[in-house]
């Protein structure tokens, strides 16, 4: 957008001024945005004799009228810790949709930062240039946090359209100007969610402008919830989205109440219940890794799969696909035996585990965060000792096998009865003991958002922030790819 000319050419041409923080007040942003306004010239400003800047009334009053210029990105630090994470948002199907990206900058907890805008466009920049997270994500929605004051920067403008969900966040006052913003963003192809609503406040003046409006289930009771429901659905046709839901009860109680979206690790923890039998398609696999892991002969191993036709074509699905990097097509039982390998053949057995669901076309949450914790904890083995492969392997197996609990609704020591792993693997599961149990715990709080666990949980294992977030970047690849291949 053309930005209006605002520069005058003496005091005369100036008119009235007025303070940074009065123009601010005007416009409804922060002073320091102010700051990055004039020195960007989209605002026309004035120093006084004692050195003071006076911004043109006559410029504000424009801006103001327009409404659709914004601010240029903020300069930003060369260098900066830079911690990201992503959280499933699922379907009522419990199908993945789409992603939340987490992140913070180091930058927020240094006491010389000059506006959390710059810490923000910083780690936007970062991880949708040099890491390449936008192509991590995949196909689905991810969802970013903006205050009101990145909304109206340019910022936005370095975010991918067509799967980037702008998550509002901070509103304490919505006005004209900020409404038709958010009109043009969406009139361009951008999608907003409006975070953590609630009633009663100023953000209701959104409720019609935005696709999704979330709510935070811990802030109600049941009638509460209610109400929230209702009066969103009164007010539009947007979303509903819901948030921090940790139990399956939660899950249960917001689909009742016509949630469309629902956030939260619930899927993850393990819904146990007594004297639960393993389905039968999940017990042949469990079998086939008991003889694998046991060093079966083939025949007994190229038997089984022969009986199995479903476990077939699912398994040559897999191992074909991009992810697996095959040079050769794999055609028979035989080959996926001799060819592709104990190892190989009993990755590909556990992501199985997780992608069976009986004709579910949907990603399974499960699926996609079992392989990330296994492919991410391989990728910083090899960091951590890069010679030794079999480490490499014990790490993606602790990793995938830390959701088998939730997986089976059984507790882990009973997985454990029905597949053979060593000490180590054995030790990080149970009671996340030994370097593997350190990873997995690295792992979960990369899930969590527990960021501010993070540089001393990395200073111990000896890790560098930028080469574990890119190591996490191509776990997500890689997880994507493996996703296309089940549900493609």
């Not at 004051?149 to 509103?171: A, D, R």
């Not at 574990?468 to 890689?478: F, G, K, T």
Request: glycine letters at 8%; proline letters at 4%.
């Amino acid at each position: 957008m053309k930005k209006p000319s605002t520069t005058p050419t003496s005091s005369s041409d100036s008119g009235a001024l007025c303070s940074p923080g009065e123009a601010a007040k005007i416009l409804g942003v922060s002073p320091k945005t102010i700051q990055l306004w004039v020195d960007s010239g989209i605002l026309a400003a004035w120093k006084t004799v004692g050195g003071h800047r006076r911004v043109t009334v006559e410029s504000v009053e424009r801006l103001k009228r327009e409404g659709g210029v914004v601010a240029p990105a903020p300069t930003l630090p060369e260098k900066d810790d830079i911690y990201l994470a992503r959280q499933p948002i699922l379907d009522r199907r419990q199908g993945v949709v789409a992603y939340e990206l987490l992140y913070r900058s180091g930058m927020s907890e240094r006491a010389d930062i000059g506006d959390p805008m710059e810490a923000s466009a910083r780690v936007i920049t970062y991880a949708f240039s040099d890491l390449g997270i936008g192509a991590a994500l995949g196909r689905g929605d991810c969802y970013i946090n903006i205050d009101k004051e990145m909304l109206m920067s340019s910022v936005i403008e370095l975010l991918p359209h067509g799967n980037v969900t702008l998550e509002l966040v901070g509103l304490s006052e919505i006005d004209d100007v900020f409404i038709e913003r958010c009109r043009r963003l969406r009139s361009e192809g951008l999608k907003l969610a409006l975070g953590d609503y609630t009633p009663g406040s100023t953000a209701r003046r959104l409720l019609n402008d935005v696709d999704v409006v979330e709510v935070s289930l811990v802030d109600y009771d049941s009638a509460g919830l209610e109400q929230v429901v209702k009066e969103i659905r009164q007010a539009g046709n947007a979303r509903l989205l819901a948030k921090r839901v940790e139990t399956v009860e939660q899950f249960q109680q917001a689909q009742e109440m016509g949630f469309d979206y629902f956030q939260g690790y619930y899927f993850a923890r393990p819904h146990l219940v007594a004297g639960k039998r393993i389905h039968p398609s999940k017990a042949v696999l469990l079998q086939l890794l008991k003889l694998v892991m046991n060093d079966a002969p083939n025949a007994g191993i190229e038997n089984l799969l022969r009986g199995e036709p479903n476990l077939c074509y699912n398994l040559f699905r897999l191992v074909n696909s991009v992810a697996m990097g095959m040079n050769r097509r794999i055609s028979t039982v035989h080959e996926v035996v001799t060819v592709l390998g104990r190892r190989h053949l009993q990755r590909w057995v556990y992501l199985l585990l997780f992608a069976q669901q009986d004709g579910f076309p949907y990603p399974n949450p499960l699926l996609q965060t079992a392989a990330l914790r296994g492919e991410l904890m391989r990728k910083l083995a090899m960091i951590l000792a890069a010679g030794n492969s079999e480490f490499h392997e014990q790490a993606f197996m602790a990793g995938i096998m830390s959701l088998l609990d939730a997986l089976l609704g059984i507790p882990m020591e009973e997985v454990l009865e029905h597949v053979n792993v060593g000490d180590e693997v054995h030790a990080a599961l149970i009671s996340r003991q030994g370097l593997l149990g350190r990873l997995l715990g690295l792992c979960q709080i990369l899930e969590g958002e527990q960021f501010d666990t993070l540089p001393s949980v990395l200073d111990k294992l000896k890790l560098d922030t930028h080469n574990v977030m890119q190591a996490q970047v191509e776990a997500l690849q890689w997880v994507n790819a493996i996703g296309e291949s089940v549900y493609a």
